[in-house]
């Protein structure tokens, strides 16, 4: 995913930051919200893709189910 490269070059920014004591310190706060910000919209997709996962899922499942009923029935009113 490109949001754990962006984490990644980030954090690497963060750590730079830290390391170098002549850069502003708005900078820190700056790199600190972004890695929150790409942090939170990574788990918003990732929890909007396996609910989407799930929906479809469950309707396969539900469709499987009501074919094998549908012939079960089938057989059950033809044999009887």
């Not at 990574?42 to 009923?69: D, E, K, P």
Request: aromatic content about 18%.
């Amino acid at each position: 995913m490109y949001s754990e490269n962006v984490l990644n070059v980030l954090l690497r920014l963060l750590i730079a930051f830290i390391h170098d004591r002549t850069q502003m310190v708005w900078r820190g706060y700056m790199y600190a919200a972004l890695l929150f910000v790409v942090a939170f919209v990574q788990s918003m997709m990732l929890h909007q893709y396996f609910h989407r996962c799930m929906v479809v899922g469950m309707r396969i499942r539900s469709a499987l189910v009501a074919a094998v009923y549908k012939k079960v029935g089938w057989f059950i009113t033809y044999f009887l």
